[in-house]
């Protein structure tokens, strides 16, 4: 058995929404219902949820290791640092 589930959203996060939901290939209800059940789920550690660029872990190089969020951050806090 379903149940329905309505949520009110500003204009602009529906847009949003909508085109990641797209990009995804998943329409807007299916995209929704897999935040939800990743979320509820546990599959989400809070640390993942904190950042947007955990899906491009590795993808970059930063000297001799592989960049993750916390060595990006610390180069763009020194970088801006510097900027000072």
Request: glycine content about 4%.
């Amino acid at each position: 058995m379903t149940k329905i589930l309505t949520v009110r959203l500003p204009a602009e996060l529906h847009d949003r929404a909508e085109a990641r939901a797209l990009r995804l290939g998943l329409d807007r209800a299916k995209y929704v219902r897999s935040l939800i059940e990743e979320d509820v789920s546990g599959a989400r550690g809070k640390e993942s949820r904190r950042f947007a660029s955990e899906d491009l872990v590795g993808i970059y190089r930063l000297a001799p290791v592989a960049a993750d969020n916390a060595s990006v951050r610390e180069r763009l806090r020194i970088r801006t640092a510097k900027r000072k």
